[in-house]
């Protein structure tokens, strides 16, 4: 699907952020994705959904009816590229891995970047942790203060 999608968003100046398909009698198909500034408009997200509605029209991958929903990541958005680990730096986050690291698979603390392809956490014990972007199932900020503020600077 993302390989379906990317290239028309780019062409209209988007970036993906995330594609996830959930529901087993009513399909739900969620597109998230913002301009490369971080930004997403009502106009953004409707001009995005006429152009993957068209393409999916198109292509058909999807068995059977679904909805479509197209937004913004969001204040308190996923992670999902290695970029938005260096990009979000010094916020709050919670990440799951698909393996446990030091014997757990969830953390929570403050995004210190990236070294390689391992994301930087300071854990809220005050352990530095190298966490492998490979291997992390889910991430997301977390709604503090902080992250509410930049965000209104930034928006």
């Given at each position: 699907?993302?390989?379906?999608?990317?290239?028309?968003?780019?062409?209209?100046?988007?970036?993906?952020?995330?594609v996830r398909l959930t529901g087993s009698e009513k399909k739900v198909l969620q597109i998230m994705a913002e301009k490369a500034d971080g930004t997403m408009t009502i106009e953004g997200c409707t001009e995005v959904s006429r152009m993957v509605s068209a393409l999916l029209?198109?292509?058909?991958?999807?068995?059977?009816?679904?909805?479509?929903?197209?937004?913004?990541?969001?204040?308190?958005r996923p992670l999902t590229r290695l970029k938005d680990f260096d990009r979000w730096a010094g916020f709050e986050a919670k990440v799951e891995l698909e393996q446990t690291v030091e014997g757990q698979r969830?953390?929570?603390?403050?995004?210190?970047?990236?070294?390689d392809d391992n994301v930087l956490l300071q854990a809220d014990d005050g352990n530095r942790l190298e966490l492998p972007f490979s291997g992390v199932r889910k991430a997301k900020l977390i709604l503090t203060d902080e992250l509410i503020a930049a965000s209104s600077r930034s928006g």
């Open positions: 699907m993302e390989a379906l999608i990317t290239p028309s968003l780019a062409d209209m100046g988007y970036e993906l952020v995330r029209d198109v292509e058909d991958p999807i068995s059977g009816a679904y909805d479509l929903e197209v937004s913004s990541p969001g204040i308190d969830r953390y929570r603390g403050k995004l210190l970047g990236l070294k």
